[in-house]
């Protein structure tokens, strides 16, 4: 009897598998996205910064650098001063240590300024017309969007040159000017009309310039000084801490005496006490925080105590009285503690001890607490938070056709917040003027979108072996003598090579194939420069997900 032969199964009569629509059985689908890195959402200009190092790990620097300068024209410039909360903020410092991307931009930056790389010209010129009234960081952002995008712009500003708090605050050996006149240049050459030595001190000088133009973008910086009541009025020997570093940063240095006591806390605070030091004078800080309270980023204070320079920390002056031959300073030691009534901190003095009250003398002291924005040009037009004006998300003031940014705006005194500023608010005056949304492919949207920012547990961090953080090199402290000897140095090309390389990329696909070659399914197909799920053969085990390197996939559960 001839046996009947067993029935033979479908995939050996097709071939292929693709009868089989197994996605019936998940209950979640995984999903390739456009995530924002910890990073991103930290910068404050809202730098596309996994974009830009993936271009640079590909040594295509002048894509690194046209990515940066959409948001950032100051890159050799940011790279040498930026606070980098991005790297506070950095997925990579929970597996060994976070990238020095602030490093890697000084390194594109710089590699522009020795190309001659210039920034994109406008595609179309519009006919609106916008001032911009101060020549500083923001303003500065401000005329390069807004110029970028074709509307013509004027540029204000009251001193013979531009660069505001970047040229008359920031020394030289922190940044060097031929790289801020370089970084300058390239805006001014998209064609912004520069008008220096030109001030809006009056209201009605503001109120010209209202008349005059389509939009007007203040951004006057905090000039007006911050007093100590304990130092009194006409005490010799008491200079303003800006003041003093405009006169070093010209090179016209104050003689002061042997012994300098500068006051305050802050990076104005320690560029005035390393600028006295090069002057040649011995210097001691005086801040009421402990040194790590003190709101001057952590390399500033370790490079001022290697040159030198005394620090006296969690200290308050009481009292400063004239003696022959200077002055005596009677100080106390003192906490902060938060505070209850909404304050940032409280100051409480120590507990009475030998050593809670202490004197000493000084030739001279400057005072490096703080300045104000001098709001008078503006007074009754433009309305007023505290001593700032008071601006919306988008540096919108309450005054019709007016935005502000910068000092003038916030007590967010940091460059590139101010360069943050700028930004937003040449956006809003863009969107403003077309009386529309920005058009598609405009970057007043963030790159974030609508995905929450990409945790270290998201990445598979198997496929990135761990390596240190590239040495920042600096000049010894012997070779510091000079004003104008940049401290800190650049990266090599290797050495910056390799700090990109340490980039996880997060939340971004670098089209590496992994959810392709590991799905048990075949579910995942190449599509164009991307990929597709094919949702008929998913089981939804999440493979594809665990073993993403840039946690640019996740499982979206489905309801049906």
């Known amino acids: 009897m001839t046996a009947t032969p067993a029935a033979v199964p479908p995939i050996w009569t097709t071939g292929s598998t693709e009868v089989f629509h197994t996605g019936t059985w998940r209950a979640a689908l995984p999903r390739h996205i456009q995530a924002p890195s910890p990073c991103h959402q930290a910068c404050p200009v809202n730098g ?40 506070a903020a950095c997925n990579r410092a929970g597996f060994d240590e976070s990238l020095a991307i602030c490093k890697l931009e000084r390194f594109v930056g710089d590699t522009a300024i020795t190309q001659g790389w210039s920034l994109e010209a406008p595609t179309e010129e519009r006919s609106g017309h916008v001032a911009v009234v101060g020549g500083g960081p923001a303003g500065l952002s401000a005329a390069f969007q807004l110029r970028r995008r074709g509307w013509r712009v004027t540029l204000f500003e009251a001193r013979a040159e531009l660069g505001g708090l970047m040229r008359h605050g920031i020394p030289p050996y922190r940044l060097a000017r ?16 520069v008008r220096c030595g030109e001030s809006v001190s009056t209201p009605e000088d503001f109120e010209r310039l209202r008349a005059t133009h389509d939009a007007v973008f203040v951004a006057v910086g905090a000039a007006r000084v911050k007093r100590l009541p304990a130092l009194g009025d006409g005490l010799p020997g008491v200079m303003d801490g800006a003041a003093y570093l405009e006169a070093c940063n010209a090179g016209h240095a104050p003689a002061l005496g042997r012994h300098v006591v500068v006051i305050g806390g802050g990076s104005a605070a320690i560029d005035a006490a390393r600028s006295a030091r090069r002057a040649g004078h011995e210097v ?3 801040a009421l925080e402990s040194r790590a ?9 370790q490079e001022a105590l290697e040159e030198g320079v005394s620090l ?4 308050m002056l009481t009292s400063a009285s004239a003696v022959s031959p200077g002055l005596r300073l009677d100080c106390q030691r003192v906490r902060f503690e938060p505070a209850a009534d909404g304050r940032p901190f409280s100051v409480v003095p120590l507990a009475e001890g030998p050593s809670t009250h202490f004197s000493f003398a000084a030739d001279a002291v400057l005072c490096s607490i703080g300045q104000d924005p001098d709001l008078t040009p503006f007074a009754g037009a433009l309305p007023e938070r505290g001593a700032l004006l008071a601006v919306d998300e988008r540096q919108a003031t309450g005054g019709a056709g007016v935005w502000a940014g910068g ?3 916030s007590m967010a005194r940091y460059v590139t917040q101010a360069v943050g500023m700028g930004k937003q608010a040449a956006l809003d005056i863009h969107r403003r003027l077309l009386d529309a949304a920005a058009p598609a492919g405009d970057d007043a949207a963030s790159a974030a979108g609508p995905e929450a920012v990409v945790p270290l547990a998201a990445i598979a961090t198997w496929y990135h072996p761990k390596a240190p953080r590239v040495t920042e090199q600096v000049r010894l402290p012997s070779e510091r003598h000079s004003a104008a000897l940049e401290v800190q140095l650049g990266l090599d090309i290797e050495q910056a090579l390799a700090e990109a390389g340490r980039c996880f990329s997060c ?4 089209h590496c194939d992994n959810c392709v070659v590991y799905c048990p399914d075949l579910a995942v197909a190449r599509v164009d420069v991307g990929y597709e799920v094919l949702a008929d053969y998913c089981k939804g085990c999440g493979l594809c997900v665990r073993e993403c390197p840039t946690g640019s996939m996740k499982m979206v559960e489905e309801r049906r």
Not at 312 to 315: C, F, I, P
């Open 284 to 286: 001691t800080i005086l």
């Open 407 to 409: 000092d003038v705006a």
């Open 312 to 315: 006296l920390d969690g200290a």
């Open 48 to 87: 596309d910064i996994a974009e830009w190092i993936a271009l640079a790990r590909q040594r295509d620097w002048r894509g690194a650098f046209d990515v940066l300068a959409r948001h950032n024209p100051f890159p050799a410039i940011a790279g040498r001063i930026c606070h980098h909360p991005c790297e």
């Open 293 to 301: 309270q003190m709101p001057a980023q952590r390399e500033e204070v």
């Open 178 to 193: 031929s790289v801020l006149d370089a970084e300058i240049a390239r805006i001014v050459a998209l064609g912004v009309v």
């Open 507 to 510: 939340g971004t696909c670098i």
